[in-house]
């Protein structure tokens, strides 16, 4: 259901003739989304993530090394076949450091896409027995791996030390780069989870997806690579805005190129502001199709 409009239907009979029936109606319209009623439910939320972040890792021998595994194992394979055999341009930085900078963002939003995508039918048994905003499902499976990308940040932060990189001043910026990231994996994380009430072909093709939009991004290469006259249709991808600010603000040994940044930001809010109306006006039915 979405947001309770809470009516009294008169007195219960039998023995409880003094207590009133509460009757939870869906909001009508387009735009009256209730954002607001998150924030009333924010334990839930925390309990969510918490409970996501202890199964996945329960009875695991190595816990959270698989945090560090997932994205170092990919960059020393992008390292030898990009940096070492391909000889693709770093913009004057270490490959390993330039290829990490943008694995930790790119895998922080892929392990949310996937876990938000699947976080409604996932939870069946809590949407077909109580009521809340079913918002907060994909909402904390897009929270959770905000927690893996803090450990793998602190690998980042030592290899840099190791060769001798050093951080700039832009760094201060890192923080509104992971929130787009953040945004961006909810844009679509909502709109996904929604469809995969009704179509259960989209948890097979999530991986897909994802597997094709990683070389669609600039993670192994520079976004100087493409060419001029296709950066702007390129840039409508809103992980490149993401992971070029990203690099930026760690490194900050080459200025973004701000006007990819911002039709990337165009592109995640509209893609937000679309998903979460279809995602309210679908919440109603979501109990009988799940």
């Known amino acids: 259901m979405t947001r309770a409009v809470v009516e009294t239907q008169g007195s219960l009979g039998g023995d409880h003739q003094d207590e009133p029936a509460v009757v939870i109606k869906p909001r009508k319209g387009w735009f009256h989304l209730d954002l607001g009623v998150i924030w009333s439910y924010r334990e839930l939320l925390y309990f969510l993530v918490w409970r996501d972040l202890k199964v996945r890792y329960r009875q695991t021998a190595i816990g959270a090394g698989w945090v560090l595994l997932q ?5 020393a394979i992008l390292t030898v076949v990009f940096g070492n055999l391909a000889k693709v341009p770093s913009d004057n930085i270490p490959y390993p450091i330039f290829c990490l900078a943008a694995l930790l963002p790119w895998t922080m939003f892929s392990n949310s896409l996937s876990r938000g995508s699947d976080s409604v039918v996932g939870n069946a048994n809590l949407v077909t027995k109580v009521y809340f905003p079913r918002l907060i499902l994909p909402l904390s499976g897009v929270l959770s791996p905000l927690v893996d990308f803090a450990v793998a940040f602190v690998v980042l932060i030592g290899m840099m030390i190791w060769y001798g990189v050093v951080p700039h001043a832009s760094i201060v910026t890192l923080p509104l780069f992971v929130l787009l990231a953040v945004c961006t994996a909810l844009s679509v994380g909502v709109w996904l989870s929604a469809l995969n009430v009704r179509y259960r072909d989209v948890r097979h093709t999530v991986p897909f997806l994802v597997q094709i939009w ?4 600039p993670v192994a290469y520079p976004v100087n690579l493409v060419p001029e ?5 390129y840039s409508l991808n809103p992980m490149v805005g993401v992971i070029e ?6 490194l900050g040994k080459t ?3 701000f006007k990819v940044v911002w039709v990337s930001v165009g592109v995640i809010l509209g893609l937000l502001a679309g998903g979460v109306i279809y995602f309210k006006r679908m919440e109603s039915k979501f109990a009988d199709e799940v």
Do not use: N, Q
């Not at 994205?71 to 960059?75: I, K, R, V």
């Not at 006259?229 to 249709?233: D, Q, S, T, Y």
């Not at 600010?245 to 760690?250: D, P, Q, S, T, V």
């Open 214 to 217: 990683m070389f669609a991004s």
């Open 229 to 233: 006259k296709w950066r702007l249709l």
């Open 71 to 75: 994205p170092l194992l990919t960059m």
């Open 245 to 250: 600010g990203f690099r930026w603000a760690i």
């Open 255 to 257: 200025s973004p190129d």
